[in-house]
Structures are given as structure tokens and as C-alpha cells.
């Protein structure tokens, strides 16, 4: 185990104090059955809700399990004792659900589903030229 310095243990609890302070921590929250979203209670009076399936953890979870939600610690994780899932109050208020790849994967899988006049009109002109080729069977 590390050895700290008297100088390093006051540098982090002043970042723990300025963490505190700025940062959003959960007093409570709660799986709302009929509006289909966590329901997390911020500290500062405010409430943060979000469907379950934009969050990597909670994708295809059941109600029961969801319900089982529980503020840890002094209110910085959110945890699903049933899925063995944790989440980090602060990255979720910013709308962060999962890990960098599986957003980047996300994101680009929503984008592709987007429709817009020069996506369809791009589509058109690539069918007038015969469309994707076809893949060839390689032996």
C-alpha cells in the first residue's frame, strides 16, 4: 500500500470538498413504472429522469430490477444490485450512459437511422446507378 504525505492526503480532501460542493450527487431515486424512467434526485433540489434503454447497464432490464435501484455512498453512484450495475450520478446528468466505444457505436447507429432530403436524394442517385454492387462470393 502507497504511503501518503500529510500535504497529498490535504490535496485530496480539498478536492473532495470542491467535488462536494460542484458536482451532482443523487439523494434519492427510484424507477417510475409508469412513465418508464429512473427518477434520481439531485441534491441541489433539481431531478434528473432518463428511459433505461439509452443507458448501456440498464438496456433490456426488467421493471423489478430497475425498482432495486439504491443511492450509494454520499450520493456520487447509483447502483443496481440485481444487474450488478453502477453508475456515476455526475456522467449521467451529463449524458453520458455507457462507455466512450459503446457511445461512439450508439450514436452512429442513431445517425444512420436519420432521414434528411439529401440523405434520400443521395440514395436516389445511387440507385439510378444500379445501387450498392453485389458482394461476390469469395472460395
Known amino acids: ?3 501518503l504525505t500529510e500535504a497529498q492526503l490535504r490535496a485530496a480532501e480539498t478536492r473532495g470538498r470542491a467535488m462536494l ?6 439523494v434519492a ?3 417510475d413504472r409508469a412513465a418508464g424512467r429512473v427518477v434520481v434526485d439531485l441534491a441541489n433540489g433539481c431531478s434528473y429522469a432518463f428511459p433505461p434503454h439509452l443507458v448501456q447497464d440498464l438496456q433490456g432490464a426488467s421493471e423489478e430490477a430497475l425498482a432495486g435501484v439504491v ?4 450520493g456520487f453512484n447509483l447502483h443496481w444490485p440485481a444487474l450488478d450495475a453502477d453508475l456515476y450520478v455526475p ?5 453520458i450512459f455507457g462507455t466512450r466505444d459503446w457511445m461512439k457505436r450508439e450514436l452512429a447507429r ?3 437511422q436519420a432521414t434528411s432530403p439529401a440523405k434520400v436524394a443521395a440514395a436516389r442517385a445511387n440507385g439510378a446507378k444500379g445501387g ?7 472460395g
Open 1 to 3: 500500500m502507497a504511503v
Open 21 to 26: 460542493a460542484a458536482e451532482p450527487r443523487a
Open 29 to 31: 431515486a427510484h424507477f
Open 71 to 74: 443511492v450509494d455512498g454520499v
Open 91 to 95: 456522467a449521467l446528468v451529463s449524458g
Open 110 to 112: 442513431v445517425a444512420g
Open 132 to 138: 450498392r454492387p453485389r458482394k461476390t462470393a469469395r
